[in-house]
């Protein structure tokens, strides 16, 4: 399974368009590391937990969006974006989508 | 006694948001469903180029959004979660919901342009804005989907 | 090249566990770990506030004795002078055989209720009701009452009480509740009783001090017999205040029985004074 932002993958013809596919996921890190990156948050710097928390939930929204794209009888997805949006303080949402596409 | 008022109120919008939000949830998804199936024929891509085979009349912007909130159930149950964290799945299903509404509200815009394609499309969400230092405001999201709808030349 | 938007699987994105049940199972677990730490918080409370030196638990308290709203100590007629120097009399005999700490002050307080109890609280303070000291059988019996509430203040049962009340109370506040709202139940729970252990405690003790006094444990019994009796005879109230600060249960009973026999069989009883103002002991 191929993915890319761009329109199409380079060096290989694009055979079909399945339309738009997308994953989702809405996560959270127990509620000590949301204390630490509390704290954390006093002297700046990277907060891993949540970086780490936002990493985890694309890698699960990409792999749903293959997902769907798999179910469609896709072999690629192009134009892929990301969006992430905060709804509840500490959860992360993160939303992945693009079209579907059989390359050759 | 109060205490017992508190709970008491507490467990009565748990089962409020319970009930009543689970049957919404479901017939959201039932009507969710039958949408899609209508406008099947209104296709949507995230791509920038438009099929170079066909001809078009013309494109223009059409946006999909719609406001979703969250009941009192799903907000317990997932701020019950976030304490362990891991997948929040009462606020999954939500944007599930939001999402897709925001795209058939977009195709339901193109076809009544006319129009049989959406390029370029883009999802985003947003937050409503809630008074930060009220915890218990709920809160509600704004789901809004655009792109350009392209109208045929020659109407199949 | 083809265009199509064939049925995707939207349901990859909810994912399709039980809400509800795993809700619910969070709950429970939530409940599990408040609840232990609630009753860790209470442990550790307990014994930091047992850490107080027992001259500055008096001076917070000073005169005043918590937990007791008629307090009868003035002597307003002949006869309760005269019980109260009675008790004091004989709580200072008793206190005498039991090995209290150094500056450990004992004062006695007489309440006019008719209920048969007695109570232990902050600053060495001893409260006993009219109604135990009109219904116990003998001087040892009342001997009895007085070491066990004394073997309480030295195990410094009550301020290791309100030491584990006030740090489930700084739990209510640190979870967001109002401790103002909770503190009245937790503190009514408190004075409920101590725990099982406590009691078991401040019995042996009480058993000790008995012995020393009167060089057998004789008449303990009857005490709880007494009160086990008022317990069924006043069944519509607070059965739980005299059953829990003191259980009554058969096991207890028998425990004071064998103590009783270990030690020197069956001794005579002293007997308490008669009270003046009824002319009768029941």
Known sequence: MEISNLDSIPGKAITRHLGLVQGSTVRSKHVGKDIFAGLKNIVGGELKAYTELLNESRAEATERMLAQARAVGANAVVNVRFATSNIASGAAEVMAYGTAVVVQ | MELIIQFGVIAFLLLLGLVFGRAAEQRHFRELKQKELILREVLVFSEKHPPADQEFRSANLVVGSVVIAEDYFKRIAASLKSLVGGRLTAYESLMDRGRREAIIRMKQAAREAGASMIFNVRIETARLSESDSNRQALFAAEFIAYGTALVPATRP | ?282
């Open chain 3, 1 to 282: 090249m083809s265009w199509e938007n064939p049925p995707v699987p939207h349901e990859v994105n909810a994912s399709r566990e039980s809400v509800l049940a795993e809700f619910l199972r969070l709950l429970a677990g939530l409940g599990i770990c408040v609840l232990a730490l609630a009753a860790l918080l209470y442990f550790a409370g307990g014994w930091l506030a047992r850490w107080v030196p027992i001259s500055t638990e008096a001076a917070w308290v000073g005169d005043h004795v918590i937990g007791l709203s008629g307090l009868d100590d003035a002597p307003a007629d002949a006869g309760n002078a005269h019980i109260l120097a009675q008790l004091q009399a004989l709580t200072a005999r008793v206190a005498a055989n039991m090995d209290l700490p150094q500056g450990m002050q004992v004062r006695v307080h007489l309440s006019s209720s008719d209920v048969p109890n007695a109570f232990a609280t902050l600053g060495g303070h001893l409260v006993v009701n009219r109604g135990l000291y009109r219904r116990m059988p003998s001087e040892n019996a009342l001997a009895l009452v007085i070491a066990h509430e004394l073997g309480h203040i030295k195990a410094r049962d009550p301020i290791a009480a309100v030491g584990g009340s006030a740090s489930l109370a700084l739990l209510t506040v640190a979870l967001g509740g109002d401790a103002r709202s909770l503190a009245p139940g937790i503190a009514r729970l408190v004075q409920l009783g101590y725990s099982r252990q406590a009691e078991s405690a401040a019995d042996a003790e009480a058993l000790l001090g008995l012995h020393r006094l009167y060089g057998h444990a004789g008449g303990a019994a009857a005490v709880f017999e007494v009160l086990d009796d008022y317990g069924r005879e006043h069944r519509e109230i607070s059965m739980p205040t005299l059953l829990s600060t003191h259980p009554a249960d058969a096991r207890r009973i028998q425990r004071m029985r064998d103590a009783a026999a270990d030690w020197n069989g069956n001794p005579p009883l002293v007997p308490l004074p008669v009270e003046e103002e009824t002319g009768a002991r029941p």
